[in-house]
């Protein structure tokens, strides 16, 4: 049975002082990160025995990194 995949999504905060982890496999829903590589690593390793994706955003809304595992 094909486990299902993780979308993870790294934001700037609008108050510019970090960034947010979002996703719907996290329990309160965001996690707040000083930098995107932390946050890039906690969902790599929070998803260790599932596919993910994790995308990095800039304050423009494009994404700048990307990033797939397959668990």
Do not use: C
């Not at 790294?10 to 995107?36: A, K, M, N």
């Amino acid at each position: 049975m094909p486990k299902a995949t993780h979308v993870y999504e790294v934001r700037p905060r609008t108050d510019h002082r970090g960034f947010d982890l979002i996703s719907d496999v996290l329990p309160f829903g965001r996690l707040w990160y000083d930098t995107p590589d932390n946050a890039v690593g906690y969902a790599m390793h929070g998803s260790r025995s599932h596919p993910a994706v994790i995308r990095v955003y800039n304050d423009a809304g494009n994404v700048i990194e990307a990033h797939e595992t397959q668990g």
